[in-house]
């Protein structure tokens, strides 16, 4: 038997194990003791070709070797497929050898493993072309002044700390066509979006950090906040408690939510970045789901009016199946934020519609599936704080789109919007809405 000790492999003795042609006689570890049995069997295997080195596939020269860097050479053997019947005798003897070292490296190897498939990259690019009243909260739409082009990527990063926990960032940067130059996210070149990690709390989920925030149907809220998430599923029932604050600045379609630090407002409203909401959806039957979110915000001041409290906010909708191609979701949302008004002294609208109606749907790994949809929205500014689909937020009107998939992993999408904004946001009164988008985006 082999003492805790080390065994030493010179570099010409080495060189004639990795071509497999040393013999019992030449004597591949010089400097192991003669009499061990270990030097026949080593040798054995090199001159069969079935030890090969080091998991890099070299000797790594003259050096000192461990029982562990011997047991790596073992394992190597040992994973060898087809051994023939005296070679695979002597690695069960090897084996039984530096058992410890193996059961260790068996280990090692297992979580290098896991390793190698421990990061997922993945990501969107996105080339876009707006033209019109972009968000509805322009002074005035103007096609020749308001269209706009970008190149958009976004870089999803997941990395699993254990069998429980995943740390999560996204990273986004966007050009501008028009100015020819970055000008997003505040006119920084590359914004970290998100960053959180998520796993296993109890038999829930707990998300905690800087995440994307949604409400039952995002009417209420989609974008980020920093804080924590608490989702649940039981059954046909799930949901969700989150707390966290909102961006220092996130417009509500003519109104910014700021820090009562800060000055910026539109419509006379200062409003606070704290934010929590309980949501709930439950599914009525394999082909109908409603839902219902309830949402809080603290520190909202509305300047020269007196008010400075917190405002609620609600959600209820649903969404169906009606045929094998059609689907129609609906959504209510509204405040308790009343009596501000806009630029021409009406009051700023709480409440808020959006239905949607859709033709089969598409799937980006499906080449040449498409989706043809219309939308019907009637969305008072004070009815969301920042909706999943950005353009309807202010806006009474139609829209009317398709989505189709003409490669792998590539989808085209070309809609155009029509109506008139809710609130007016200039003294000239209440502009009309017209949005034409087209857009190609690329998974990775």
């Known amino acids: 038997m082999f003492n805790k000790s080390t065994l030493t492999i010179t570099t010409s003795a080495l060189v004639l194990m990795s071509t497999g042609v040393a013999g019992a006689a030449s ?63 002597i690695v069960d003897k090897l084996a039984a050898e530096f058992a410890e070292e193996l059961d260790n490296l068996g280990v090692r190897v297992a979580d290098l493993e896991k390793k ?22 322009n002074p005035k739409a103007d096609w020749d002044k308001d269209s706009a082009s970008h190149a958009h990527i976004e870089y999803w990063i997941k990395g699993k700390v254990n069998d429980n926990w995943t740390g999560v960032s996204q990273i986004e940067t966007e050009y501008n066509m028009k100015s020819d130059s970055i000008t997003a996210y505040g006119d920084k070149d590359i914004q970290v979006n998100k960053i959180y990690a998520e796993g296993n709390f109890g038999d829930s989920m707990l998300k905690v950090g800087r995440y994307g ?8 809220i989609d974008t980020e906040i920093s804080g924590a998430e608490y989702t649940f599923e039981a059954g046909d029932l799930s949901g969700a408690l989150t707390y966290g604050r909102l961006k220092d600045s996130r417009t509500l379609a003519g109104t910014t939510f700021e820090n009562p630090k800060d000055t910026k407002e539109t419509f006379g409203a200062y409003l606070g970045t704290e934010y929590s909401s309980a949501r709930l959806k439950y599914n009525l039957s394999p082909v109908t789901s409603i839902g219902a979110t309830y949402g809080r915000l603290n520190e909202v001041t509305v300047k020269d009016q007196g008010f400075k409290d917190s405002v609620n906010i609600w959600e209820a909708g649903f969404n169906t199946k009606l045929a094998d191609n059609l689907t129609l979701m609906a959504a209510y949302s509204k405040s308790d934020l009343d009596g501000v008004t806009d630029s021409v002294g009406s009051e700023v609208v709480n409440d808020g519609w959006f239905s949607e109606l859709r033709y089969k749907q598409h799937n980006p790994s499906d080449v040449g599936s498409f989706a043809i949809f219309t939308n019907y929205r009637n969305v008072g500014a004070f009815s969301t704080i920042d909706a999943t689909v950005d353009y309807t937020e202010n806006v ?28 007016a946001t200039s003294t000239e009164g209440r502009q009309d809405v017209d949005i034409f988008r087209a857009q190609m985006e690329f998974y990775f």
């Open 396 to 423: 009474r009107g139609w829209t009317l789109g398709f989505d189709y998939v003409p490669m792998e992993n590539t989808t085209i999408e070309v809609f155009y919007t029509t109506g008139t904004q809710v609130n």
């Open 213 to 220: 925030e949604f409400s039952s149907y995002g009417r209420i």
């Open 27 to 89: 004597n591949p570890f010089s400097d192991v003791p003669q009499d061990s049995w270990a030097y026949d069997a080593v040798a054995t295997l090199a001159a069969d070709g079935v030890i090969d080195g080091f998991p890099d596939g070299t000797y790594q020269g003259n050096k000192t070797m461990t029982r562990y860097e011997m047991a790596q050479i073992v394992a190597r053997a040992m994973a060898k497929e087809d051994l023939q019947k005296a070679d695979k005798a």
């Open 116 to 137: 190698s498939d421990n990061v997922k990259f993945t990501g969107t690019a996105r080339l876009r072309y707006d033209d019109g009243d972009i968000n509805a909260t």
